[in-house]
């Protein structure tokens, strides 16, 4: 069965460096999004991606965060001078439509000193 | 509180038993998503149901979502050792873009 595939699995990264997670979506789906899962905490929505474009971002999606689907394959989530509160697992999700089960890889444990 | 808010926060069955976990939300949604993730993994998904539909079913799963009260409920018939994980309810809105919030969760321990 196609997989939604992560990496790295975990990154270590000393604060205020750049970070960039990969992800590759299962190949046919259309539709991307980024969560984050703090340490003991619920899932949490970061961004929603579509057609080349952001479709919705939550308030934690700040100016820190971009996302990119460079090729037909990768989908990233970059984030610019890390803070310690960055700290969490990130997943990648992707699903064939807006309205359809998301698939998610495995996360990227992402570590700031 | 938060859009998708899941009782109880844990729960201690024995195995066979059937185990029961609820869900409520505050906003209109589209879809209501319920997903299981085991320890240190990524979120599998367990069954969806739309805003339109009363009752779904998969293998011993059954979920059921009441619009009126904005609740959802998911049943596990004779549980087992391997269901032990935490199961998240996820609500999913579109407004123009697409949203999809999850819930705290359960975490569901079955007793062998």
């Known amino acids: 069965e196609p997989e939604v595939t992560q990496t790295p699995s975990h990154q270590v990264t000393q604060m205020g460096q750049e970070v960039i997670l990969r992800c590759v979506p299962i190949s046919n789906h259309l539709y991307f999004y980024w969560y984050r899962q703090i340490l003991g905490q619920k899932v949490e929505f970061l961004v929603s991606?579509?057609?080349?474009?952001?479709?919705?971002k939550s308030e934690i999606f700040d100016d820190q965060f971009s996302v990119e689907r460079p090729d037909g394959s990768n989908f990233t989530l970059k984030i610019r001078s890390t803070k310690l509160e960055d700290s969490a697992m990130y997943f990648c999700?992707?699903?064939?439509?807006?309205?359809?089960?998301?698939?998610f890889g495995d996360g990227t444990r992402l570590s700031i000193l | 509180s938060q859009q998708g808010e899941e009782d109880p926060q844990a729960l201690s069955i024995q195995e066979g038993e059937n185990a029961t976990m609820n869900c409520s939300y505050k906003?209109?949604?589209?879809?209501l998503q319920w997903y299981r993730q085991n320890s240190g993994r990524g979120l599998v998904h367990l069954i969806l149901?739309?805003?339109?539909?009363r009752e779904k079913h998969s293998g011993r799963l059954r979920v059921t979502l009441d619009t009126s009260k904005k609740s959802s409920s998911l049943l596990i018939t004779a549980s087992r050792a391997a269901d032990t994980a935490s199961y998240f309810c996820a609500t999913y809105r579109n407004t123009g873009g697409f949203k999809t919030i999850f819930g705290a969760g359960t975490r569901l321990f079955v007793k062998a």
């Open positions: 999700a992707s699903g064939t439509g807006n309205n359809q089960p998301q698939h």
């Open positions: 991606f579509y057609n080349n474009e952001i479709s919705e």
């Open positions: 906003t209109s949604i589209n879809n």
């Open positions: 149901i739309r805003s339109n539909e």
